[in-house]
C-alpha cells in the first residue's frame, strides 16, 4: 500500500529518523496558519501517490505566509501530472508545509527487499534528488549498496560504510549512520517493502534530515498494522476499484471496450493479452479468485458493467475447484436479475464442462459460447466492435 | 521417473482440519497419492478421513515417515508452518497459502539455508506428478501421462497449458506451479534443472508473468545449461506499468519486469516464445515433432 509523504515522514519520525518541521493542510487557510507557525519561508509540497511532483509544479517555495497562502491556492484542486502519474494526473487535495532548509549537500537512500538475494539491500548514492533509475542505468557505480542478514538486522558497521562510501565524513557521517539504523527499525517494525529518501539531506549546519520519503507497506501484513488502514487514502484510488476490494475481487480498470472475468491473475493477465493479440483492448483486469460463487459472479458483473466503455463481456473461466455448471449458473442469474445487454462471451474449461454448457445454451439468453482462448477473443472483439457501431 | 514427487512421496498435510486443507487432502488421495499424515497444534491423537492427525511435524514425520508436507495453514502462521516442516527434515515443502507477509517468508527462507528441504511456493497451485500423486491444488483430471514438464508462476494458466498438452496427447511428466509472490522457494531455475536431467521429460513449458528479474535469469541458464526444447509464454503484454496485477510480485516497477522484456531474453536463449497462451501446447508439439 501506498501512503503520502506527510504520512510516511510521520511514520519514519516514531522510529527517531530526523524529518524537517512540517505540517499537513487540506485548506488554504490552514497552509496560511502552519507556514506562520513554521516561520514563514516554506516549502509547499502537493501531496499526492506519485513522485516527480517538483516537475509538475506540485512543490513550490514560498518566503512568507502570505506567500505560502498564495502558492497552496494555486496548487489545491489542480490537476498534477508528473511523469509517474500518467497523462491523467492526479487532482491534488493535500499539501504538507514544510520549514525550508539551508541544504548543503543531497543524498539517496532507499531500503527494499531484493528478489535475487531475497534480502534487505540497503542503498546509498551521493546523487541525491535524482531519480535513482536513472542512475543506475547511466552511472551504476554511483549506487553503493549492502546486503543485510535477516536474522541479524541491519550492522552499526554497515551503517558507517555506506555513509563513508557516499562520501560523509564527521558529524554528518555520524548522523547518517544513526539514521539508516532507524529507517531499518520501522521498515521491520512496520512491514514495510521500500523506504525510499530522496533526498536525504545534509544542512550547512550539519544536520542529516530525511527531505522526502515514499514508504510502501505490505498489505499482507495488515492483520498486525492495525494502523495501516487509516493511511489509505481513497481519493488516490479507483472508485470501481474500490467497490471491487469490498468483494475481494482483484480488479484494475483500463482504457479498452472489452470487458473481462476470469479466474487467477495469470489467466487474467494472459485473457488481456489474447484480447490485444486479436485487435481488441481490454477494460479491465479482474481476477474473481478461485472460489468464485453466484453471488461473486453478480459483484464482478456488476461492476465491470459501471465502466461504460465496455461493449462486450469476455468470461474465461477455467475450472479446477469451481465447476463449470455453478459458474454458468451464476452467470445465468446474474444477466438475468442485472438485466444485461451487452453480448456476453463465455469460454469455460474444466469439471462439469458439459453441463455448463448445456444450461448455457439452454438458458434462452444471448450468449456466445467458445471452445478455447483465442476463439473466445475473437468473438469478444467481433461483438464489441458491432456494438460500437451501432 | 518425473521430478520431485512421486507414487512413492509420503505426504503429510500442515492444516489438514481446515476447509481447503481437508479437501485437498482428500483430493490428493483420490488421486493415488500416499497421504499419511495430517498436522493441526492441538488435534493430534485425532484422524480426518482416516489420515491420522499429530500436534508436530516432526511426530508426524517420526510415526509415518512422511517425506513430502503440503502447507494449507492461514497467512499469519504459515512462514512459521514452513519453518516447521524443514526443522523435522521434511524432504519437500509446499506452501499454497497466500497472502504471507514479505518479512516472514523472508525468514523462512533464511531459515532454509543450508537446510536440504526444497519449498515450492508460497502461493502457488503446488505440483503434480501426472498419473502418480500431486501436493496442492492442480487438478488432477487434466493431466495424463506424458512427455512435457511444465513450470509456471500461475495457477489457472498453468491449468491451462496443462489442458492443452493433454487434448494433444503430449502429456505432462510433473507440472510445478512456483509461485507469484516476490520471495519464493523454488526457481524456475531450479525446476529447469531438475527437468533436464529427467529421463522422462522431453520438452518443457515455462510461465513466467511480469514483475522481478526470474525470466531474464532463466534465459540466461537456459542458454549455458538447457539442452531440450523450452516453449516460454509471459503474461502481462498488456499490463500497465505501477500496477500489481493480483500476484504480489505482478508489477512492472521503475521500467523494470516487462513482459516484453522476458519475451526478449527467453527467445534470445533458444526458447520458443509464443505471443498467445492459446498456442502454448501447439507449439510444444512442433518442437517435439521437428
Known amino acids: 500500500m501506498k501512503i503520502h509523504e506527510y504520512q510516511a515522514k510521520a511514520l519514519l519520525a516514531e522510529y527517531g529518523v530526523p524529518v524537517p518541521r512540517s505540517e499537513p493542510v487540506f485548506s488554504v487557510a490552514e497552509a496560511k496558519g502552519a507556514a506562520e507557525r513554521l516561520g514563514g519561508r516554506v516549502v509547499v509540497k502537493a501531496q499526492i501517490h506519485a513522485g516527480g511532483r517538483g516537475k509538475g509544479g506540485g512543490v513550490r517555495l514560498a518566503d512568507d505566509a502570505l506567500t505560502a497562502a498564495a502558492t497552496a491556492d494555486q496548487i489545491l484542486g489542480m490537476t498534477l501530472v508528473t511523469p509517474q502519474t500518467g497523462p491523467n494526473g492526479r487532482v491534488v487535495s493535500r499539501l504538507l508545509i514544510e520549514e525550508g532548509l539551508d541544504i548543503a549537500s543531497e543524498l539517496y537512500l532507499g531500503l527494499l527487499i531484493d528478489r535475487a538475494s531475497q534480502r534487505p539491500v540497503l542503498m546509498m548514492s551521493a546523487a541525491g534528488g535524482m531519480d535513482i533509475e536513472q542512475v543506475a542505468e547511466e552511472t551504476p557505480d554511483q549506487i553503493h549498496r549492502i546486503s543485510i542478514a535477516p536474522g541479524l538486522g541491519l550492522a552499526p558497521f554497515q551503517a558507517r560504510q555506506l555513509a563513508a562510501a557516499v562520501g560523509l565524513r564527521g558529524k554528518p557521517a555520524a548522523q547518517a549512520a544513526a539514521l539508516m539504523l532507524r529507517v531499518w527499525q520501522a521498515f521491520v517494525a512496520r512491514d514495510a517493502s521500500l523506504v525510499e529518501i530522496n533526498p536525504l539531506v545534509v544542512t550547512v549546519d550539519e544536520e542529516v534530515l530525511a527531505l522526502d520519503a515514499k514508504v510502501t507497506l505490505d498489505d499482507n501484513a495488515s492483520f498486525r498494522n492495525p494502523g495501516l488502514r487509516e493511511l489509505r487514502d481513497l481519493d488516490e484510488e479507483d472508485a470501481l476499484e474500490i467497490e471491487a476490494s469490498k468483494y475481494s475481487l482483484s480488479y484494475i480498470r483500463l482504457d479498452g471496450s472489452i470487458g473481462c472475468m476470469v479466474n487467477g491473475a495469470g489467466l487474467a493477465m494472459a485473457t488481456m493479452d489474447i484480447i490485444k493479440l486479436s485487435g481488441g483492448e481490454p477494460a479491465n483486469f479482474l481476477d474473481v479468485g478461485g472460489g468464485a460463487n453466484a453471488e461473486q459472479i453478480r459483484n464482478a458483473f456488476r461492476i465491470l458493467l459501471s465502466d461504460d466503455k465496455v461493449r462486450a463481456v469476455l468470461i474465461n473461466i477455467f475450472g479446477g475447484i469451481l465447476r463449470c455448471d455453478v459458474l454458468a449458473e451464476g452467470v445465468i442469474s446474474a444477466v438475468t436479475d442485472l438485466g444485461i445487454e451487452v453480448p456476453v462471451v463465455i469460454r469455460m474449461e474444466g469439471t462439469n464442462v458439459d453441463e455448463g454448457k448445456r444450461m448455457l445454451r439452454e438458458s434462452g439468453l444471448n450468449f456466445t459460447t467458445a471452445d478455447s482462448m483465442g476463439e473466445a477473443a475473437q468473438h469478444a472483439v467481433r461483438l464489441s466492435g458491432k456494438e460500437a457501431g451501432r | ?290
Not at chain 2, 177 to 182: H, L, S, T
Not at chain 2, 257 to 277: N, W, Y
Request: glycine share 14%; aromatic share 4%; with cysteine.
Open chain 2, 1 to 290: 521417473m518425473a521430478v520431485l514427487l512421486t507414487r512413492n512421496t509420503r505426504l503429510l498435510v500442515q492444516g489438514i482440519t481446515g476447509r481447503e486443507g481437508s479437501f485437498h487432502a482428500l483430493q490428493a488421495a483420490e488421486y493415488g497419492t500416499q497421504v499419511v499424515a495430517g498436522v493441526t497444534p492441538g488435534r493430534g491423537g485425532g484422524a480426518q478421513d482416516g489420515v491420522p492427525i499429530f500436534n508436530t511435524v516432526a511426530e508426524a514425520v517420526r510415526e509415518t515417515g512422511a517425506n513430502a508436507s503440503v502447507v494449507f495453514v492461514p497467512p499469519p502462521v504459515a512462514a512459521d508452518a514452513v519453518m516447521e516442516a524443514a526443522d523435522a527434515e521434511v524432504a519437500l515443502i509446499v506452501c499454497i497459502t497466500e497472502g504471507i507477509p514479505t518479512l516472514d517468508m523472508m525468514r523462512a527462507l533464511e531459515f532454509l539455508r543450508g537446510r536440504q528441504s526444497r519449498l515450492i511456493g508460497p502461493n502457488c497451485p503446488g505440483l503434480i506428478t501426472a498419473g502418480q500423486g500431486k501436493a496442492g491444488i492442480i487438478p488432477g483430471h487434466i493431466c495424463q501421462e506424458g512427455r512435457v514438464g511444465v513450470v509456471s508462476k500461475s495457477g489457472t494458466l498453468t491449468y491451462e497449458a496443462i489442458h492443452q498438452l493433454t487434448q494433444l496427447g503430449l502429456g505432462q511428466t510433473t507440472c510445478i506451479g512456483i509461485g507469484g509472490d516476490p520471495l519464493i522457494g523454488t526457481s524456475f531455475i531450479d525446476a529447469l534443472e531438475l527437468f533436464e536431467a529427467d529421463d522422462e521429460t522431453e520438452a518443457v513449458v515455462l510461465i513466467g508473468e511480469i514483475g522481478g528479474h526470474a525470466e531474464e535469469d532463466a534465459a540466461a541458464y537456459i542458454k549455458q545449461q538447457v539442452q531440450k526444447p523450452v516453449v516460454g509464454f509471459v503474461a502481462g503484454q498488456s499490463a500497465p506499468p505501477g500496477r500489481r496485477m493480483g500476484h504480489a510480485g505482478a508489477i512492472i516497477s521503475g521500467g523494470q519486469g516487462t513482459a516484453d522484456s522476458k519475451m526478449v531474453a527467453l527467445s534470445a536463449a533458444g526458447v520458443d516464445v509464443v505471443r498467445s497462451p492459446a498456442e502454448i501446447g501447439e507449439a510444444v508439439a512442433k518442437r517435439l515433432s521437428g
